[in-house]
């Protein structure tokens, strides 16, 4: 264990940001904390930077003004613009220990074309898929077509979370499919379109942290993405999650390993991509079989919000181990108690919402872990600034019990528009509150 404090820079300013910063906090190696931007939660844990993620010279000086050791990246946007190429790039800070994948690495999330490419180099179950752009549009016209129903369509760059349409009629696919390349819904990351059959299954996440060589798994979790109750209505960018999920077991996760995990971070060092930090797998369980859906080059949100507080390990003695190749060195104690999160959202979410709306009675909760995602400070009040505002952790002996612990403390918080889903974690027989 290094004896140094550690100062530590985390950039993003939601739900996962603020509870990757109650962990690091939690360690006795974290010396001074700082979010850019932050949010009203981080509060607690760190002091807030009025930066944003994507202002690489605002981030420099904010390293080299508070001695930064460790630069931990929280969403995706800045691995894929080269925030690791930047930092390691620059005589001043490549010093730093960077959380987070070359810009190159960052692929497996910022271009679908690529993971698919790569899942085919290295033999990773995943759909069956073909990638088109205007260049061979008709090509892709006719493809949809004959394809069996339903039928995905993935812009192939980042979207904030909305640029895969689920199909269920061919004219829905063909008009999905123009707005994407012909009308550039998404801009740039809709010039390519991956089209990709439909898996049916139950889904889950999983989440390694390698230091490029060697790797350790966190706790898996399984997140709810629809707004509403029964997974119905549009999606979201998560409405709670749970952890551990109950069928990834051990014969289960065996092949999760050896199929999925290993393959990954093998290929990424045969092919000498630069890769420190964490690969979340978006799984699928298929009779009983894993397929990848998709790869993200940073943990998940509200999935964090459940891995963070069943991770017993010290998060930093972590980031130190991996920095040196060590990680091999590490066994990760998972929490025996499960962990339950709701997501609180704002009237309207995912469509038009309203903000600035105060909110009372988080002083009134007990029991569990607020995580703040879309707030702010306005006077002495703090208000909702986001589409997902709050999260609401809370351990048990199981997940039922840790869910209804979760509900009952949502009930105590009140903005105007407030809503959440009753159902969380509804295939494993929880409450109903």
């Known amino acids: 264990m290094s004896s140094k404090k550690q100062n530590i820079l985390l950039l993003g300013g939601g739900g996962r940001e603020c509870a990757i910063a109650w962990k690091l906090k939690n360690s006795e190696q974290c010396g001074n904390l700082y979010l850019s931007p932050g949010n009203a939660g981080t509060r607690e844990h760190g002091t807030n930077l009025p930066i944003s993620v994507g202002d690489f010279a605002g981030i420099k000086s904010a390293c080299l003004e508070h001695s930064i050791d460790i630069l931990f990246v929280g969403p995706e946007d800045p691995l894929v613009a080269g925030i690791w190429d930047f930092v390691k790039g620059d005589e001043a800070l490549k010093h730093i220990i960077v959380v987070g994948p070359s810009k190159e690495g960052a692929q497996l999330e910022g271009s679908k074309a690529f993971s698919k490419k790569f899942m085919e180099r ?51 696919a063909i008009e999905a499919y123009r707005a994407m390349i012909q009308d550039r819904q998404f801009g740039d990351a809709s010039s390519k379109v991956v089209i990709e059959q439909f898996l049916t299954g139950i889904e889950l996440s999983v989440f390694a942290f390698t230091d490029g060589s060697n790797y350790v798994l966190l706790p898996e979790a399984k997140d709810y993405k629809r707004i509403g109750e029964g997974d119905t209505g549009l ?82 003695d972590m980031i130190l181990k991996m920095q040196e190749g060590k990680l091999n060195e590490v066994t990760v104690q998972h929490s025996k108690q499960a962990a339950g999160t709701v997501m609180l959202v704002s009237g309207g979410y995912p469509g038009d919402y309203a903000k600035g709306k105060v909110m009372t009675g988080m002083d009134k909760t007990s029991g569990s872990l607020l995580f703040h995602a879309g707030t702010a400070v306005k006077g002495d009040d703090v208000v909702t600034s986001g589409g997902r505002v709050l999260a609401v952790t809370s351990y048990g002996d199981n997940i039922k019990s840790a869910l209804a612990k979760s509900y009952e403390n949502a009930a105590l918080i009140n903005y105007e528009g407030v809503y959440y889903r009753k159902d969380i974690g509804w295939e494993f027989e929880t409450p109903n509150p």
């Open 235 to 316: 999606n979201t960018g998560g409405m709670g999650a749970i952890s551990p999920v109950p069928f990834a077991d051990k014969t289960f996760m065996g092949k999760v390993i050896s199929r999925i995990v290993e393959p990954t971070i093998n290929g990424l060092k045969a092919e000498k991509i630069t890769y420190q930090g964490f690969i979340f797998f978006g799984l699928i369980k298929v009779n009983g079989e894993p397929y990848v859906i998709e790869y993200n080059c940073r943990m998940g949100d509200p999935e964090t919000e459940v891995v963070m507080p069943r991770l017993v390990n010290d998060l930093v």
């Open 122 to 172: 290295h033999n990773i179950p995943t759909a069956a898929y073909r990638e088109f752009t205007a260049d061979n549009y008709a090509e892709g016209e006719e493809y949809i077509k004959k394809h069996s129903l339903p039928v995905v369509l993935k812009a192939d760059g980042l979207a904030a979370g909305k640029g895969v349409v689920i199909a269920e009629s061919t004219g829905e």
